[in-house]
Structures are given as C-alpha cells and as structure tokens.
C-alpha cells in the first residue's frame, strides 16, 4: 500500500534525499565511514556544512550581512534566545497568532528585564486568521517585532511581511522556511525548527542580519549569538548527520529548479486541496480566506463523529498523519516541498468517495 505521509514535523522527506543517504550510509564518499562517525572538525564535514550553508544563501537570496546559524534546540529555544540576545532592558513586541506565538510570548516573559508587549492577537477569533499590522501600531524604540510567519496548527500564514519601520521583524519561520515568497531583507533574524520543511528534527537553522550580534550580554555561550558566529557553528559538536541531510535536501530543491519553482508546486498542491474543500458539502475550512496557509491545511466536518469515522478510513487506505491537532479537531494535511502532489490528488479522491458514502449532497 503506498503511504501519504501528512505529517506536521518530523515530517515527509524527499525520497531521493532517503535513498542517497542509504547508499553512502556506511561509507561517506569513499572515506570508509558514516557521515555520523565523521569528526565535526573533518575536511569531510567542513564540506558538508559549508556547502549546506552556500546552498540555503543561494535558495533564499540570503545577502552577505546576514549569518547562517546550525544550531540545536528547536524552535523552542529560540523563543529564549531572541530576547536574550536583543531585548534586555527593553521592549519586545509580539502579534499572537497561535499556540507557538503563545510560547514566544511566554518565554520572553519569563525573563525579568524585557517587557513584552503584544501588539496584536486573533485569539479571540480561535487564530482563524492574521491580524493587520500598520506602522501606526510598531513602537520605533523597541528591540523587535516577533511574528510567526505560518501557523502549522490553525492553518494560517502571513500572506505579507508587515512594515515595522526601523524596528528588526523576527520571524519564527518553522512551518514555511523554503515555501514562501518573503525577502530575507524584510526580517532580522529568521529562524526555523528543521523537521518541517528542511530535514530531520535535532538541526535549528537561524539566519541573522550582522548588526543584530552582540547587542545585549548573553554570559551564557551556548545562548549567544555572536559566539556561535563566530565559531561557524561549531562552538560545540553540532548535529551533524541532520546537517548533512539538510545538504541534500538543499540540493534537491535547487536541482528541482529553487524556490520559485518549488513555490509555484505548493501552491497548486495547495489549491487542489482548497478546492476540494470549497466544493464538499461536508467539509469546511476553519481559516479566513485572506489568512490561509499553503504548507497546513486543516479541515472539518463540523461533526466530532464525522471526523473520526473519515480519520480512522483515511488511515486504513494510507493516509498518515491526517488527524488534526487536539486544539482544532478534525483533520490536517500538511503539504511541505516534500510531499508528493499525487498525495493530494489521492487525498481528494478519497474525500470525494467518503462524502458520497456519508450523505454529502
Ligand atoms: C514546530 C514548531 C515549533 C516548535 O519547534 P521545535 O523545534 O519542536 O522547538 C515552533 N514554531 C512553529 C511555528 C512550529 O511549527
């Protein structure tokens, strides 16, 4: 049985990336070792990370001034990070679009000296959508404006990057790093959990404008930004197995012709699925037009017992992954650069037949 994979994270990987890493799995490039018994202070690695790096520039027109950070601790520890290395005895803004703004916003509380101020929030409205944000409402004294540019749980993205004046746009960009059309010139400091859209879970990328560096003091290393620059990454033993799979996926993506063509892909994934939605009698997006994301995409009936009846078929016919989060219900597909778009076309089919078997009009 073929198996879709709609995984939210760690989610579906390229299957040519999975069978070149199987074929040099116990012998990288000659060298009689895994990339995983490599050193991370090997010309064998310095290669892997270097290129992964050149690549990830190339793929998002990342501009000279800004670094590219491998790092480890999620997404989550970002949340932590970005006040610490730019917020102390100062003020940080927030727009609430989700569970993982929730976090940010949280985590930037825990710490004494930065205040938090959310300028905006749909949480009224479930998160079915994203706020508008207006120059009017950004403070030009504060450090940042943290967004989280895709909302993998509610389904929403921001469709533009707001203007925030002189004040630095951080973006918590997990869910559509490499599936957007923003300018990385638009933001200070992007960063994303690797086990969406780029590889396995374990690698945080961060990718942060030179002037942001050494703003505040850290006095951890491992929480600072400047020392891991510094050190290219390799303060520390960095992941690298996930880095050298984030190489090839990096390499996919430019051989299937970069990001406007892997972009103009999503959205037809992406536009099947929201049609099969619009036409169902049965099936209903949560989301605001305006607000939809092109990578998670959830769906209901409106029936909690609908739900679990199309959940428990779809997973029998081999739709993984399909159950939406505990916070919306129903169901999500989560369409990342990976997965295929036959999935889709399957998914739809079978939506098709079930509303037909469950009474649809
Ligand atoms: C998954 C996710 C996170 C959490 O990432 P971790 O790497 O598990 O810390 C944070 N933000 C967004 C938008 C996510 O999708």
Known sequence: MTVYN????????????????????TDYQGSGMSVMELSHRSSFFDAIIKDAKKRLRELMNIPDNYHILFLQ?????????????????????????????????????????VAVEVIASSEEDNFTYIPDITPDMIDQDAAYLHITTNNTIVGTAFQTIPDA?????????????????????????????AQKNIGPAGLTVVIIRDDLLGLCEVNEPMLDY????????????????????????????????GLPEIL?????????????????SIFTSPVRQDSRSITNIPFVTGDEELDKKFNAEALAAGFENLKGHRSVGGM??????????????????????????????
Do not use: C
């Open 6 to 25: 709609f995984s939210a994270g760690p989610a579906v990987l390229p299957t040519p990336v999975l069978e070149q890493a199987q074929s040099e799995f």
């Open 73 to 113: 601790g999620g997404a989550s520890l970002q949340f932590s990070m970005v006040p610490l290395n730019l917020a102390q005895n100062k003020k940080a803004l927030y727009v609430n679009t989700g569970s993982w703004s929730k976090k940010a916003i949280g985590a930037a509380k825990m710490l004494d000296n």
């Open 165 to 193: 004046g002189k004040v630095p746009i951080v973006a918590d960009m997990s869910s559509n790093i490499l599936a957007n059309d923003y300018n990385v010139e638009d933001f200070g400091i992007i960063y994303a959990g």
């Open 226 to 257: 400047k020392i891991h620059t510094e050190a290219n990454s390799l303060y520390n033993t960095p992941p690298t197995f996930a880095i050298y799979i984030a190489q090839l996926v990096f390499k996919w993506l430019q051989d299937l012709g």
């Open 264 to 280: 103009k892909q999503d959205q037809e994934k992406a536009q099947l699925l929201y049609d099969a939605i619009e036409k169902s």
């Open 332 to 361: 999500r597909a989560s369409l990342y650069n990976a997965f295929p778009k036959e999935g889709v076309t399957a998914l739809v089919a079978f939506m098709e037949k079930f509303e037909k078997e469950n009474g649809g009009a």
